[in-house]
């Protein structure tokens, strides 16, 4: 099996987004807290930072939000099915 890069990073930017959001965060401030860009976070949240997502960029994402980083890769088995290729 392969892994559609581009709808896991979706995945992980629409993750992002719902942690950020539940904490009443702006990407500014996030951004901020993560030490990046507002338009590096942008493109995180909207799966465009494809090929240079690092796990260094997402464990300041998840210091930012003040969350264990596991939690940007925790999806129900239905949601992994979407990005794995037969």
Do not use: C
């Not at 896991?8 to 993560?34: C, D, H, P, W």
């Amino acid at each position: 099996m392969k892994v559609n890069r581009e709808i896991l990073y979706r995945k992980i930017g629409a993750k992002v987004i719902y942690f950020r959001t539940s904490k009443n965060l702006t990407q500014e401030e996030l951004a901020e807290r993560a030490h990046m860009s507002q338009g590096t976070l942008s493109r995180i949240e909207n799966g465009k930072y494809n090929t240079n997502l690092s796990l260094s960029l997402l464990i300041d994402i998840a210091d930012g939000l003040d969350i264990n980083p596991i939690y940007l890769f925790d999806f129900l088995p239905e949601e992994q099915a979407a990005w794995m290729e037969p």
